[in-house]
């Protein structure tokens, strides 16, 4: 069969790298290079050219998404062929072997397989029976615990011999328990869909052998994010036939906190001595000055291995620097933008992307979004309302306007945990219908439920006496003080910053971005109560299904976006604390996996570049100015320009200004003064319209001076002077 349709559309480079087919080869290039293309261009020559059976052939990249994309290319290029090639991510593959072979390890081969909830559940009945305190120890933590070790490839039998600090002890008991469990119930987590195909290769040399018989030709795209797991998985399949192509760009390693080992792409030499290593220099993608700002970001990175990329085609416009007083006026613009690109003609909804560090960082950005009737769609997460932290406060705060809701009851009888299960949720269920009531209201009388043990009986009255306090309340408080207050109660702040995860930092992050918006819709209108509250953002959650999926806005955060592109990109929040995260700041990796983060989301530009940062981004946890992030200050000048949006200039907060150094931390206490700043107008029910000249302490204790345009200058205590903040 010809294969000059494969060829023709590749550069010489390229076309090498597809060529040399056997033994191991690196493809390691810059971002927007044709990597990918290389990838699927081989695997169509192998078929077409090479008459390489396609079940002989190996594919496997990270998201669905990749995967998919990988697939539907390659089966355009090989006119079908590529049907029974094995293509899919690290996980869909291991499962598929182990579906076939998991009865060798003891499994049933109809196995199930636990998702991370599913895996909570469970864990805690494990760490019950071993007597090892729930309250000492997160289960979440102890879980993520067992999940790295599992990913680095470190047995339960093994992990004692590394715990050192009480925590780690704690689990060298509950690993090994908690595996056995599983598999006498005939379950896998999801690393042990990438552990135990490991442990059958070392325990069945031929099983190994006749799979890598199987797969003769292994390709592997964004190598430089696998992990311990993928890499051994990986090496003992190319054992034999070598014929492993492994694609990537160290420079985008960016799931260092997933396990991902960037010296996998650094020190692949180390393994496979003759390993072929190909550059592509050219990028396709994006304009001169896109590519060339993109560069001189990542230069400033000490582990990776230099590159050159370079362009042919045109400048382009200067990528664009947006100074913004504050995230609401970021997310504005932004939707502005996009609105003026629109209105120019030529472009659709689905050539935009809106890229974030964080998801809390959508809410704003999906409020404008909507307001401005522009179609959106969160690729690789979910909108806001629907994540599953917010669900679970929004719970707790319609159980408390409407005491029959019995999907917001079960939702979070057991949440935090009470120790109340399925069973005792039932017999109460029984009771409630028995007597006609609600699941509530049966809460309350729930001694007279005898059937529930006495210890849990007690466990239900507490959650009924939780919800009743805060339903009293109502009429003293307002739904931002109610909001706050149960949310302290219950602990899933703290209980977040115990488990002490990138994940559960985001998602304590997203709980105080839910209270935020509480205070700010109270503040916007008087006469907001929580109900109203609660039903507007039930109706958003309605109306929100867009027919046209596919053309609509992309938000994503930046690590989803790895592999993607899009005509006009905004990459936002690019200030010191977000973006980097302040949890990076003192570690030196940690910093150097952000700024790859920032060239991730900077190359999937094709035409045009936006970035942007806000001085105040009112969140829970921050009261002062955000400093612009370091990585703007690294950017080469010739290739932006800055456009400074900011009504109030050169505002720096007492922190910040007194020191230069001062970064803040987005993980302080609480404070719901964040909007209070100098240069702010605010309205005073009696004096009218003023600006703010000065601020004084914080939170609680904050006073202003406010220059009130007919009333005059006052000083007035913040907490007590009922003020509407305008923008
Ligand atoms: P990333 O690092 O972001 O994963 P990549 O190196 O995988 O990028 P691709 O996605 O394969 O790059 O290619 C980037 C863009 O350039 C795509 O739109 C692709 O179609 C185009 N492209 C790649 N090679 C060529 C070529 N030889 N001729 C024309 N277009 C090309
Ligand atoms: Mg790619």
Redesign the pocket.
Known sequence: MDSSHLMD???SA?REAVLCTDGPVLIL????????????HRVAYLIYQKGIKPWHILAVTFTNKAATEMKDRILKLSRGAGKESWIGTFHSICARILRVEGEKLGYGKNFLIFDRDDQKRFIKNVMEDLNVSEKEFQPEAVLNAISGAKNAFVRPDEYQTIAKAPFEYAVSRVYPLYQRMLKQNNIMDFDDLLVNPLLLFQEYPTILEQYQNRFSYLLV??FQDTNRTQYIFLKYLAGRNRNLCV???DD?SIYRWRGAEIENILNIENDYPDCKIFH?E????STKNILNLANSIVKNNQLRRDKTLWTEREEGDKVTVLELDDAYAEALNVVGIIKDELMAGSRDFSDFAILYRTNAQSRLLEDALRQAAIPYVIVGGVKFYERKEIKDVLAYLRLTCNPRDTVSFKRVINFPLRGIGDSSVLKLEDFADANSISLLEAAGRADEVTTISSRIRKSILEFFQLISKYASLREQFSAGELAQALVDEIGILRSFKEINTEESFLRAENVRELLLAIVNYTKTNKAATLDAFLEEVTLITDIDNWDDKSNAVTLMTLHSA????FPVVFVTGLEEGLFPLSRTFDNHADLEEERRLFY?GS??A?EKLFITWAAVRPRYGESFNNLPSRFLKEMDQSFFETRNLRRFNHYRSERASSNPDYSPSYAEIADEYAEIVMGREVKHELFGIGKILRTDGHGENMKITVRFYEAGEKRLVVKYANLEVLY
């Open positions: 559309s590749l550069n390229q290039a810059g971002a927007g290079s044709g990597k990918t293309r290389v990838l699927t795209d964004e694609v990537g760009d985008q592509l050219q990028n396709y993608r790895k592999g993607l592109e991730v190359t999937r094709k």
